[in-house]
T-cell receptor, first 114, second 113 residues
Framework: GAVVSQHPSWVICKSGTSVKIECRSL??????MFWYRQFPKQSLMLMAT?????????EQGVEKDKFLINHASLTLSTLTVTSAHPEDSSFYIC??????????FGPGTRLTVT | EDQVTQSPEALRLQEGESSSLNCSYT??????LFWYRQDPGKGPEFLFT???AGEEKEKERLKATLTKKESFLHITAPKPEDSATYLC??????????????FGKGTSLLVTP
């Protein structure tokens, strides 16, 4: 149980284009999902908290107009990186809050912006 | 401000050589402390949740313990397949980010045959 999927697992895009990443909870409903970013050799940094049916809450320093989050259902949250630039290249990981306080993570999406 | 510090940064063990990983934390009201395992290029895999000082949890060769200031992840007789980065994270009771996790930088464990 508590399986979270992400799609795509990797994506390469050109600078200035937008990329959408999907995060799904496969066997449970998640009213809250989280988006993290991880740079090489570093730990996970929280970008935003996504609540079903309401606006996402962004961490300080994260541009909400650049990283658009939509949590339209209890099993799906999407992160759209708009007008991507090379510095946005990173490993993006989502997680979903289970029935307790544990978070279950997706496998991650490797974004490379050329 | 909540802080999570893990040590050592990297650890190399021979197969069968038991050891412990440390996670020191400061948090204004702990809701839970979590241990995750992360393999290269993958998302973190949930291992344990500890809620209060004195609590212990075990899973196969891993045992996690918690005090008011730190947590240990004990690895007994490790095998090469235990090689991974082990992440510690805390969840604060009154965080502005709700149930969000604050991660340490992790301990990279390598177990050689």
């Amino acid at each position: 149980g508590a399986v979270v999927s992400q799609h795509p697992s990797w994506v390469i895009c050109k600078s200035g284009t937008s990329v959408k990443i999907e995060c799904r909870s496969l066997d449970f409903q998640a009213t809250t999902m989280f988006w993290y970013r991880q740079f090489p050799k570093q730990s996970l940094m929280l970008m935003a908290t996504s609540n079903e049916g309401s606006k996402a809450t962004y961490e300080q320093g994260v541009e909400k107009d650049k990283f658009l989050i939509n949590h339209a259902s209890l099993t799906l949250s999407t992160l759209t990186v708009t007008s991507a630039h090379p510095e946005d290249s990173s490993f993006y990981i989502c997680s979903a809050l289970g029935q307790g306080i544990e978070q279950y993570f997706g496998p991650g999406t490797r974004l490379t912006v050329t | 401000e909540d802080q999570v510090t893990q040590s050592p940064e990297a650890l190399r063990l021979q197969e069968g050589e038991s050891s412990s990983l440390n996670c020191s934390y400061t948090v204004s009201g702990l809701r839970g402390l979590f241990w995750y395992r992360q393999d290269p290029g993958k998302g973190p895999e949930f291992l344990f949740t500890l809620y209060s000082a004195g609590e212990e949890k075990e899973k196969e060769r891993l045992k996690a313990t918690l005090t008011k200031k730190e947590s240990f992840l004990h690895i007994t007789a490790p095998k090469p397949e235990d090689s991974a980065t082990y992440l510690c994270a805390v969840q604060a009771r009154n965080s502005n980010s709700g149930y969000a996790l604050n991660f340490g930088k992790g301990t990279s464990l390598l177990v050689t045959p």
